[in-house]
Each structure stands twice: as structure tokens, then as C-alpha cells.
T-cell receptor
Framework: DQQVKQNSPSLSVQEGRISILNCDYT??????FLWYKKYPAEGPTFLIS?????DKNEDGRFTVFLNKSAKHLSLHIVPSQPGDSAVYFC???????????????FGRGTQLTVWP | NAGVMQNPRHLVRRRGQEARLRCSPM?????VYWYRQLPEEGLKFMVY????????ESGMPKERFSAEFPKEGPSILRIQQVVRGDSAAYFC????????????FGSGTQLSVL
């Protein structure tokens, strides 16, 4: 059961243009969302996050948008650079009610290629 | 290097052998998570540990897999009697607090079972 879905396995974008990576989720109890970036032979590194009480968070060239009614979030990278070429994972936290015990679910990832 | 350290980076085992994967969390972090990534898949949660305690092992197979995080030393993920289906990348992550949304990941251990 894939609760966090990234339906596009790959995305190719020209340098300088906008990259938009999409993520859908099924469980309305998810309340914190993150994007991780992963290069080959390395572990995922945190990129940007957003709480469910917000609909936008911006950090330099990276912006994450959250649409709770559609259970959809997206990561915008503008302008895209060749060094952004990596696999991007969407992830979402769900917390047991009244508990500090949570679980972080990951999507399958989208391979972004930025070409010159 | 103050990051999450995993070793070995690559581990080759024959079917039936044991695999031991080690993880040293970031300095000051006492919460460790293990994830597994199969080819073409996302990261799947396996187990969450705090020093000397297993907090949540609901993602770990009931047989052959075990994890520990002793008072001293790294966290260990142990796979007994490995099978080909265990071949995957195993990632460890750590956090400072129990409810800390940002997990910091190590570079992973690539386990190959022949």
C-alpha cells in the first residue's frame, strides 16, 4: 500500500527553466511533509519541508506547495541547474494520536535530469 | 565528520550467511531509524530505536531480522540466514528528539546476496 505516491519516475528539464515535481498522498492524517534529494551512492539529504497548517514554504530556489484538499504537494525548483540532477523523494509524517510515536513514509522518487 | 556513519558501504554475503550492518548516529542524536530501499522502490521503514530500546519494529520482518542500539556503540541491524530477496540498500537515519521531523541519513549499506 503506497500511501505517498510519486507517479512520475523521471523528469527532464532544461537548465534555467522551472522543475516541478509532484507528490500525492492518500492519508489525511499526514501532517508534515518533506522533500529529500538523493545522489547515487549517497543517502537522502533533507531539502525542504512544510507543515500541514501552511500551503507554501520557500527556501531560495526551492518552493514547496501543499494542497490539503487535493492531498497533493509539489516541489518547484527555479531556475533549475545541472547540479540539481538527482532523485527527489517526497516524504510524509503521520503521528499516533496523542503520542510522540510517528512514522515517516516515502514515495518511490522522481529522477530529475537538468540538461544544459 | 559529524554526520550519520554507516559501515560497511558494500556487503556481499552468500545465501544462509549472516549480515551485520552498523550505524553511528550524528553526535547528540539518540534516536535511530532503519530504512530499506529495494530496486525501483522508495524507502521503507523497518525499525525505530532509542538507546537500549526498540520503540517501533512494526516495519521489520518477523523472522531473521533484528536490531539493537546499545548504550555504548553503534546501532546494529542483523539479518540472519540471508536470502536473495534481502539484497537492497539499507539506510540508517538519526534525530535528536523523539518528535523531530527532520531525519538525517547515512550513505547506506548496499547488501548483495549471492
Amino acid at each position: 500500500d503506497q500511501q505517498v505516491k510519486q507517479n512520475s519516475p523521471s523528469l527532464s528539464v532544461q537548465e534555467g527553466r522551472i522543475s516541478i515535481l509532484n507528490c500525492d498522498y492518500t492519508n489525511s492524517m499526514f501532517d508534515y511533509f518533506l522533500w529529500y534529494k538523493k545522489y547515487p551512492a549517497e543517502g537522502p539529504t533533507f531539502l525542504i519541508s512544510i507543515s500541514s497548517i501552511k500551503d507554501k514554504n520557500e527556501d531560495g530556489r526551492f518552493t514547496v506547495f501543499l494542497n490539503k484538499s487535493a492531498k497533493h504537494l509539489s516541489l518547484h525548483i527555479v531556475p533549475s541547474q545541472p547540479g540539481d540532477s538527482a532523485v527527489y523523494f517526497c516524504a510524509a509524517w503521520i503521528w499516533e494520536r496523542g503520542s510522540t510515536l510517528g512514522r515517516l513514509y516515502f514515495g518511490r522518487g522522481t529522477q530529475l535530469t537538468v540538461w544544459p | 565528520n559529524a554526520g550519520v556513519m554507516q559501515n560497511p558501504r558494500h556487503l556481499v554475503r552468500r545465501r544462509g550467511q549472516e549480515a551485520r550492518l552498523r550505524c553511528s548516529p550524528m553526535k547528540g542524536h539518540s534516536h535511530v531509524y532503519w530504512y530499506r530501499q529495494l530496486p525501483e522502490e522508495g524507502l521503507k521503514f523497518m525499525v525505530y530505536l532509542q538507546k537500549e530500546n526498540i520503540i517501533d519494529e512494526s516495519g521489520m520482518p518477523k523472522e531473521r531480522f533484528s536490531a539493537e542500539f546499545p548504550k555504548e556503540g553503534p546501532s546494529i541491524l542483523r539479518i540472519q540466514q540471508v536470502v536473495r530477496g534481502d539484497s537492497a540498500a539499507y539506510f540508517c537515519a538519526s534525530s535528536r528528539d523523539r518528535r523531530n521531523e527532520k531525519l538525517f541519513f547515512g550513505s547506506g549499506t548496499q547488501l548483495s546476496v549471492l
